[in-house]
């Protein structure tokens, strides 16, 4: 499976500003630019759309370890923090920080720990990033 986004950019790094699209449609020239990045004018930005990865990549990843396990989420909502930070000239992503709240009936928490636990470490984009990945999780009653 391959998945495919196009990134088109116009002018200089600060001044400049381009646009995003997905095969799938679901970004079509979604602008971003500095100030969608940096600053908070409208638009995306990798970091916002790594992030959305992650919450949703773990997210499904703990869902399938839960039904395997012979129970069925009632909800599962992540959140995901991706930190850039200045890195010499430039920057760098150094952390992910997933905040979990779920709702499974019939789990206990030891074994929510270790479900959300090998979630966190297998799903595809965590292991994609190179970066420190935080996980608080809890499962709510």
Same mark, same amino acid.
């Given at each position: 499976m391959?998945?495919k986004?196009?990134a088109?950019?116009?002018? $200089?790094?600060k001044?400049g500003?381009?646009?995003? $699209?997905t095969?799938?449609?679901?970004?079509?020239?979604?602008?971003?630019?500095?100030? $969608?990045?940096f600053?908070s004018e409208?638009g995306?930005?990798p970091?916002?759309?790594?992030?959305?990865?992650?919450?949703?990549?773990?997210t499904?990843?703990?869902?399938?370890?839960?039904?395997?396990?012979?129970l069925?989420?009632?909800?599962?909502?992540?959140?995901?923090? #991706?930190?850039?930070v200045?890195d010499?000239q430039?920057?760098?992503i150094d952390?992910?920080?997933?905040t979990?709240?779920?709702k #499974?009936?019939?789990?206990?928490?030891?074994k929510?720990d270790?479900?959300?636990?090998?979630a966190?470490?297998?799903?595809?984009?965590?292991?994609?990033l190179?970066a420190e990945? $935080?996980?608080?999780a809890?499962?709510?009653?």
């Amino acid at each position: 499976m391959i998945r495919k986004a196009r990134a088109v950019w116009r002018g $200089t790094g600060k001044d400049g500003n381009g646009d995003l $699209t997905t095969d799938s449609g679901v970004l079509s020239a979604t602008p971003y630019s500095f100030k $969608t990045r940096f600053e908070s004018e409208p638009g995306t930005n990798p970091e916002e759309l790594i992030a959305a990865a992650h919450a949703g990549c773990f997210t499904m990843q703990l869902a399938f370890l839960i039904q395997r396990a012979g129970l069925e989420p009632e909800e599962l909502s992540t959140e995901a923090a #991706v930190s850039l930070v200045p890195d010499g000239q430039g920057f760098k992503i150094d952390r992910s920080a997933l905040t979990l709240r779920a709702k #499974v009936p019939g789990l206990d928490q030891a074994k929510f720990d270790e479900l959300a636990g090998v979630a966190e470490k297998s799903c595809p984009v965590s292991r994609l990033l190179n970066a420190e990945i $935080t996980l608080d999780a809890k499962l709510e009653s």
